[in-house]
């Protein structure tokens, strides 16, 4: 099974300043043959579902704000939000549809205010 | 798009219990549906989906549940089902069912709100 790790597991960021959140995959998750990466970012905030906000590592999905970016290749991925807002309070999962159908998620990252 | 999940509760070890995901909005025929499942206070865990009947209507499962657990579908009333059998206490968790609109089933852009199963005597 491809292993996602996350890190850090919590970290406080004040509003308006930039929160960056890594997630680093046992094996790459890059498809050579198509040269994407097979990488996806979720939020979830307390009592509801995961909500998708990346997929292939740095599309953003419908309707998520662009302050939310992901970058990164092979088996360091990063998902950054530019300008933290009180909303985006809530914890954040990497998961890699690499080894489809066997996905996995990482840990997950809490954000919070500090 | 609409996913609700029904039918969790408690239950005692060994035992088991069926978990229906009612879909509309989508061509449910046309998607695979997954299972996630996240214990209290803890990530998330692929559990298992099944494929569309175009694409064999075959299942895969995570080597947790695998030999435990059967998903299946009934394309007639847009119905996903997830049978639990020999639950465990560490089966306990919130359990979703989620899909992916673009037919790939690789990132799931719709999720229901889920539902609590408890295993414990």
């Known amino acids: 099974d491809i292993v996602m790790t996350q890190s850090p597991d919590s970290l406080a960021v004040s509003l308006g300043e930039r929160a960056t959140i890594n997630c680093k995959s046992s094996?790459?998750?890059?498809?050579?043959?198509?040269?994407?990466?097979?990488l996806c970012w979720y939020q979830q905030k307390p009592g509801q579902p995961p909500k998708l906000l990346i997929y292939?590592?740095?599309t953003r999905a419908s309707g998520v704000p662009d302050r939310f970016s992901g970058s990164g290749s092979g088996t360091d991925f990063t998902l950054t939000i530019s300008s933290l807002q009180a909303e985006d309070v809530a914890v954040y999962y990497c998961?890699?549809?690499?080894?489809?159908?066997?996905?996995?998620f990482g840990q997950g990252t809490k954000v919070e205010l500090k | 798009v609409h996913l609700v999940e029904s039918g969790g509760g408690l239950v005692q070890p060994g035992r088991s219990l069926r978990l229906s995901c009612t879909t509309s909005?989508?061509?449910?025929?046309?998607?695979?549906l997954n299972w996630v499942r996240q214990a209290p206070g803890k990530g998330l865990e692929w559990v298992g989906f099944?494929?569309?009947?175009?694409?064999?209507?075959?299942?895969d499962y995570a080597a947790s549940v695998r030999g435990r657990f059967t998903i299946s579908r009934d394309d007639s009333t847009n119905i996903a089902h997830l049978q639990m059998d020999s639950l465990k206490t560490e089966d306990t968790a919130v359990y979703f069912c989620?899909?992916?609109?673009?037919?790939?089933?690789?990132?799931?852009?719709?999720w229901g709100q889920g539902t609590l199963v408890t295993v414990s005597s």
């Open positions: 989620a899909y992916d609109s673009s037919g790939y089933s690789y990132a799931f852009n719709y």
């Open positions: 909005g989508f061509p449910f025929d046309d998607h695979a």
């Open positions: 099944i494929r569309s009947k175009a694409n064999g209507g075959t299942t």
């Open positions: 094996q790459s998750v890059l498809y050579s043959s198509n040269n994407k990466n097979y």
């Open positions: 292939w590592a740095s």
């Open positions: 998961q890699q549809y690499y080894s489809t159908p066997q996905r996995t």
